[in-house]
């Protein structure tokens, strides 16, 4: 038996999330079919990020177990040939069989995009999340820098989490003007995160930035451990789960 | 009676063009519904560039008009109400009863973007053509300067168009690496473009740069005027009309 590790891409405007579901089409549940097909046996992929419905990926990662003799590199291009076109193997290889995706100290890179237009632009829809009218950039710097380092993130946790440690550490937050025009992307590098967790801080960020709060305050926030004080969670459809690097 | 100018960005995936037919939605069919819903008068638009099925629009123009009282900077949040979300008015402004988009001298931009990546990235998969490969950047450039100036573009113009006189001025085309990681972009300017112009530009260079072609053959091909000697039409959904500027 050989483990495979898969780097995957996708857009998730059209899938229930990454979580095999009963209904609806989730990345992974046509993982497991593709990856079915193309073996001529059942299998079931395990999975490093489970990211929420709407969520994009370019470099979320997922292992499976297989007897087939195919060469590890080029399970990617057999695997796609089986995958509908918004979803993409970009790269595989072989890994120890005790090798986890859960279970390695890895590096998240996560990108929040921002349409900064008065209106909103039709070819960003799919994935930012426009937010018009004044922005203060470097107040949003500021608050992020609370953020960054070792945390109790309950604040910034989905309260339906069954999560018992909440203690996380956020490497770098940079709030980044785009090359692209009208774009602002907030880019979070860390060790690992809770559910929600980007989207609550993206959120927060932004009304930070529009002055409803001080930066400061996110010092609060954070000591509250509690979500009812952190803000709006932002869209999924603006978050992109970029790299999992290991450490 | 006032005429109104608008500028209409839109991601052309969903919609068969531009233009109005009668099978399948069009940007111009759903212009018309949208204005006809909200003024209460049946409407139609004239739109300055009919761009083809699957192309994009950041700022192609369309004019109507109204006896309708609305302020005209007013017009485009009110039209938006109406519209799928994939088209959007980005401004509204009000002009002579006499000025028609297609009679006005303008510069045209259009934007022709290629992933470059091993795999196709299922974030690119609406808007650029995947081309994987080497290509001589350089080579794609020289190739291109025979295109600049004013020429008879007959070769690259589709065989199926009607229009007689295929002199056009191209000002510039840049062949830039994008601060995305893994695109390239063919940003073209000028006066005016024969029916698939810019795409049949597009896969020239591409053929250019894939070596196919030397950078000089292009200037026998623009002599030859005649589109079998052009190379493929690039597919459209990496086709951006980008803007549409008075001069």
Redo the contacts between chains.
């Keep these: 038996m050989r483990r495979i590790l898969l780097t995957v891409?996708?857009?998730g405007t059209d899938y229930h999330g990454w979580q095999l579901q009963d209904n609806g089409s989730t990345i992974e549940g046509e993982l497991n079919r593709a990856i079915s097909e193309l073996t001529g046996s059942v299998t079931e992929v395990i999975g490093a990020s489970r990211t929420d419905s709407g969520v994009?990926g370019?470099g979320n990662r997922a292992v499976f177990d297989t007897e087939s003799s195919i060469p590890a590199e080029r399970f990617?291009?057999a695997i796609?040939t089986f995958l509908p076109?918004?979803?993409?193997?970009?790269?595989s290889t072989e890994v120890s069989a005790s090798w986890h995706p859960r279970k390695v100290r890895t590096v998240k890179t996560y990108e929040y995009r921002i349409d900064r237009?008065?209106?909103?632009?039709?070819?960003m829809?799919r994935?930012a999340w426009h937010v018009w009218g004044e922005l203060d950039l470097e107040a949003m710097r500021a608050a992020a820098e609370y953020l960054v380092g070792e945390h109790d993130f309950t604040s910034f946790c989905a309260a339906a989490s069954q999560v018992e440690d909440k203690t996380r550490e956020i490497i770098s937050i940079d709030v980044e003007e785009?090359?692209?025009a009208g774009e602002l992307v907030i880019r979070v590098r860390g060790y690992g995160f809770l559910y929600n967790m980007v989207r609550i801080i993206a959120g927060t960020l932004v009304t930070v930035g529009q002055g409803k709060i001080a930066p400061e305050d996110v010092s609060g926030i954070l000591e509250a451990r509690d979500r009812t004080r952190a803000c709006e969670t932002a869209p999924a459809k603006g978050l992109?789960l970029v790299s999992i690097e290991d450490v």
């Design positions: 891409a996708y857009d994009h370019l990617g291009p796609n076109d918004d979803i993409r193997v970009m790269s237009g008065r209106i909103e632009n039709p070819l829809l994935y785009s090359a692209a992109t």
